[in-house]
Every structure is written in structure tokens, then in C-alpha cells.
């Protein structure tokens, strides 16, 4: 069975919390000028510097070398594959098959014994 829903009650210590939280926030308002103003004068002094040593200018951006496709085919059984007899387009670097990482104990020479 569902249990039955109590109404919420009046408490006036509700009231003194949220006061306290208002009182101290606009205490905090007031303070932080005096604590944390040192914060927007550095930000000031940063601004001044980088307007100075044009940091946002354009920088000399490397342009990529473009590279001329062949000709689509004008074939659907030339489109497969059209490009993959071109070396400058394979994603093979290292030949058709790579050679699997053998094991250390093989490369160094050592009795399997000696290995955990």
C-alpha cells in the first residue's frame, strides 16, 4: 500500500535559513571587491599584453598538397576498387602482410623457462 502523503508544515526556522543565505550573499558581494579585485587588474594587464604582442594575429598556416584523383569510372564495376591499385592511396604501409610481433623471450635469445 501506497504510503499517504504528510502535508508540509510551516517552520519558521525555514524562513531564518534563507535569510541567512541572503544576508551572506550580499555580504560576499561586498567583500569581493576588497579580497578578489587583484583578480581583474591582472586580467586588465594580460589583456594590455596580448593586444601588444598581437598573439590573435594570422599565423602562417601549412597548406596541404592536393593531390589529382583519376577519373571516376564510368562503370559501376570500375568504381570498385578504382582506386585502390594506386600506391599513393593504399592504406597497407607496410606491405600487404605485417609481420606479427614475436615473442620477447624468442628476440632475446632466452629459455622459455627463464620467463614468467
Not at 61 to 69: G, L, S
Amino acid at each position: 500500500m501506497a504510503e499517504e502523503v504528510t502535508e508540509l508544515h510551516y517552520r519558521p526556522d525555514r524562513d531564518a535559513i534563507w535569510k541567512e543565505v541572503i544576508v551572506s550573499q550580499i555580504k560576499n558581494v561586498k567583500n569581493w571587491e576588497v579580497e578578489w579585485s587583484f583578480q581583474v587588474d591582472r586580467y586588465k594587464k594580460l589583456e594590455e599584453g596580448t593586444a601588444k604582442a598581437n598573439v590573435f594575429s594570422k599565423s602562417k598556416e601549412k597548406v596541404a598538397d592536393i593531390v589529382d584523383h583519376p577519373k571516376i569510372p564510368t562503370t559501376s564495376n570500375g568504381v570498385i576498387g578504382w582506386l585502390a591499385n594506386d600506391r599513393r592511396f593504399s592504406l597497407e604501409i607496410f606491405g600487404r602482410h605485417a609481420n606479427p610481433i614475436r615473442e620477447i623471450y624468442k628476440n632475446l635469445e632466452w629459455p622459455i623457462e627463464g620467463c614468467p
